[in-house]
C-alpha cells in the first residue's frame, strides 16, 4: 500500500515532463513557421523535424535552468530548518515544531510526500525526547527528595546525640530513628537498582513452570511475625495453578502487595487472598480492611514515587516505588495489575498472570 503514493507521484512527474516537452515543441513549432514564412528557406519535412526537436529540447532546458535555482532554494530553505532544528535537539533544546511547508490541495498538507514524513518524524523525536527529559527532571527530584529527607533526620539526630546530658531512653529512641532511617534508605537504593535492571533493555527474565499457589502460601507464611504482630485476620484461598513464570520476579509483586495490606490493615483488621484460575490466566486477588485510596489517587498509584499519603507511607517506611517494580514486572510477564478501593473500606489488588 504505501508503494502506490510513489508510483503514483512517478507517473504525474513523468507525465507533466512530456506535457512540457510538448507545450515546448508546439511553441518551437509555430516560431519556426514564422520564421520560415518570412524567408525563402523551406528546410526538408525531416531537417524541420530535427530543428524544432532541438530548439524544443533547448528551450525546455531554458525553463527548467530558470525555476530550479527557484526551487532549490525553496528546498534549502527548508533543509537549513530542518539542520537548525536537528542542531537544537542535539544541544538538548526539545522544544521543536517544525512545519513542512508542502501544501496539497486547499492548503492541506500532502501527508505522503517524503520531506512531510521526515519533518514529522522531527517534531514526533523532539516530542518524545522532551517527555523523557520531563521525566528524568520529575526522577531527580524525586530522588533526591527521598534521600534527602532521612539524611536531613539522621544529621539532626546524630547533632543531638552529642548532647552528652541526654538521658538514655531518649539517646536509644534517636538511634532507632537513625537505624530506621539507615533501612530506608537501603530500600530505597534496593528499589531504585530494581527498577534500573528492569528498565534495561537487556533485563533479566528466566521463565520456569512452578505451583503458584505454593509460591503464594510461603510468602505469606514468611510475613507471618508482621501480620501476628498486628493481630490481622489472613485467610487464604488458593487453588492449584501451575503458571510458566519468571518466579524470582514474581515474588518480588507479592512481596509488594502482601507487605503493603499488611501496612495499611488496621490493628485487628482482615486481609483475604484468592487464587484462581480463568481460561489462560490466572488471578491473585489481595484485599485489605484499610483506610482505602481515594480514586484520585487510584489514577496514579503505580507512577513512581506516587504515595496516596505522603505522611502515612513515611511512618511506614514506603518509598513510592514498589508498586512500580510490580506493574513492571506483570508487563514482561504480558499480564496486567489494577487496584479498586473505598475509603474507610479497604482496597483490593487483582493480578492477572497469564499461565504460559
Not at 110 to 130: E, G, T, Y
Not at 193 to 219: C, E, G, W
Request: proline share 3%.
Amino acid at each position: 500500500m504505501k508503494q502506490r503514493p510513489n508510483m503514483f507521484h512517478i507517473i504525474v512527474n513523468f507525465v507533466g515532463v512530456i506535457v512540457a516537452l510538448f507545450i515546448c515543441w508546439t511553441a518551437v513549432y509555430y516560431l519556426t513557421e514564422a520564421v520560415y514564412s518570412r524567408t525563402t528557406w523551406e528546410p526538408h519535412g525531416l531537417i524541420a523535424l530535427l530543428i524544432n526537436a532541438t530548439l524544443g529540447f533547448f528551450l525546455f532546458g531554458i525553463i527548467i535552468m530558470i525555476v530550479g535555482p527557484l526551487v532549490r532554494k525553496r528546498e534549502h530553505h527548508l533543509f537549513s530548518e530542518l539542520i537548525e532544528a536537528l542542531r537544537r535537539i542535539s544541544r538538548g533544546d526539545f522544544r521543536v515544531n517544525l512545519e513542512s511547508g508542502v501544501d496539497g490541495k486547499n492548503g492541506r498538507q500532502r501527508q505522503n510526500h517524503p520531506f512531510v514524513q521526515l519533518v514529522n518524524s522531527i517534531n514526533d523525536m523532539a516530542a518524545n525526547l522532551k517527555a523523557m527529559e520531563e521525566l528524568r527532571q520529575e526522577f531527580i527530584s524525586n530522588v533526591s527528595h527521598e534521600i534527602g529527607s532521612p539524611l536531613t533526620s539522621i544529621s539532626g539526630f546524630a547533632k543531638a546525640l552529642k548532647n552528652e546530658d541526654l538521658e538514655r531512653e531518649q539517646r536509644l529512641r534517636y538511634l532507632t530513628i537513625i537505624e530506621a532511617e539507615c533501612y530506608r534508605l537501603s530500600k530505597l537504593s534496593d528499589n531504585l537498582m530494581k527498577l534500573a535492571v528492569l528498565d534495561s533493555v537487556q533485563n533479566p527474565f528466566h521463565a520456569t513452570t512452578y505451583r503458584l499457589d505454593k509460591q503464594l502460601i510461603a510468602l505469606i507464611l514468611a510475613c507471618e511475625p508482621q501480620w501476628q504482630e498486628k493481630e490481622v485476620d489472613m485467610n487464604v484461598e488458593a487453588e492449584e495453578v501451575t503458571v510458566v513464570a519468571d518466579e524470582d520476579l514474581m515474588s518480588q509483586v507479592w512481596v509488594n502487595i502482601i507487605h503493603n495490606a499488611i501496612k495499611f490493615s488496621p490493628q485487628g483488621g482482615k486481609i483475604n487472598i484468592t487464587l484462581t484460575m480463568e481460561k489462560d490466566h490466572a488471578i491473585v486477588r489481595i484485599a485489605d480492611t484499610g483506610q482505602g485510596i481515594t480514586e484520585q489517587d487510584q489514577l496514579r498509584i503505580f507512577e513512581r514515587f506516587y504515595k496516596a499519603d505522603r505522611s502515612r507511607n513515611y511512618a511506614v517506611g514506603g518509598s513510592g516505588l514498589g508498586l512500580s517494580i510490580a506493574q513492571k514486572i506483570m508487563e514482561m510477564h504480558r499480564g496486567s495489575i489494577s487496584v479498586s478501593s473505598r475509603l474507610d473500606e479497604g482496597t483490593e489488588f487483582t493480578v492477572l498472570l497469564p499461565l504460559r
